[in-house]
């Protein structure tokens, strides 16, 4: 007797007409994170966003060829953790037409873009999920001026305001796996046939944007655009997701 597994990817729809693109959150979000990335796109585009089931990169590229050949798109966009999926996508999938890169974190110029997850999993052992939310945000370069006794109380208030905000800090150990699966040289990337846009914010990171400088001179097909006054989560319903969707307007076409 044969048995299959069938494993089920939820994706949020908006819009109906015009070319298809999907979105690709990135850590500590859902979904639910695009909301307003995803309503500005859809007056031109049919957008479909994905819930990552975050359980490794070769999954998270099933999942994504999944929702490429169930929607027919050919438009990719990643921010971060989800900018690494993309990349790596775009690899093993010639659907991929356009890749639209956020600051992915991988590993570049000596910088370990993980170095936070050994305290963070000895704080989640403990059962200190607020600590281990603000070894994540210290880790990745949030809130680089700000100490963490100070950090800590805050994020306390907002899991007890948003519970959902608790449930999503362990898997913050998925994203994790794809970046360290996704470690190796940059110009193996020379081999990505889609046309690709880099993104990022003039106040993100140094290390992210170290990234970009990396990988702008590898893709063999290209263009960069940084915008000012924002930073890695611009994307985010709680960043300028507006003018992220203009730029993705532009590039799509």
Do not use: C
């Not at 590229?61 to 996508?89: K, P, Y």
């Amino acid at each position: 007797m044969e048995t299959s597994t069938v494993t089920e990817i939820r994706y949020r729809t908006f819009g109906s007409g015009g070319p298809k693109v999907v979105l690709l959150h990135g850590g500590m979000q859902t979904s639910a994170n695009f909301t307003r990335l995803a309503t500005a796109l859809a007056s031109t585009f049919t957008v479909y966003v994905p819930d990552r089931r975050r359980q490794g990169l070769r999954s998270e590229i099933s999942d994504l060829a999944a929702v490429l050949d169930e929607t027919g798109a050919g438009n990719v966009f990643g921010l971060s953790s989800g900018a690494v999926v993309a990349l790596h996508g775009a690899l093993e999938l010639p659907r991929i037409e356009r890749l639209a890169l956020y600051e992915p974190p991988l590993r570049y110029g000596g910088f370990d873009p993980l170095g936070w997850r050994p305290r963070f999993e000895k704080e989640l052992a403990k059962g200190h999920t607020a600590r281990a939310m603000v070894t994540v945000s210290k880790g990745t370069g949030d809130f680089p001026y700000v100490p963490r006794a100070a950090l800590v109380p805050f994020v306390r208030l907002w899991m007890r305001s948003d519970p959902r905000v608790r449930e999503l800090v362990p898997t913050m150990r998925g994203d994790a796996a794809v970046v360290e699966q996704a470690g190796g040289p940059l110009d193996r990337y020379a081999a990505v046939t889609a046309e690709t846009l880099l993104l990022g914010g003039e106040r993100s990171p140094a290390y992210l944007i170290r990234v970009l400088n990396g990988l702008e001179p590898v893709l063999p097909n290209v263009r960069r655009v940084t915008l000012d006054g924002v930073g890695h989560v611009a994307a985010d319903n709680s960043g300028q997701p507006e003018r992220v969707a203009e730029e993705l307007r532009k590039f799509f076409r």
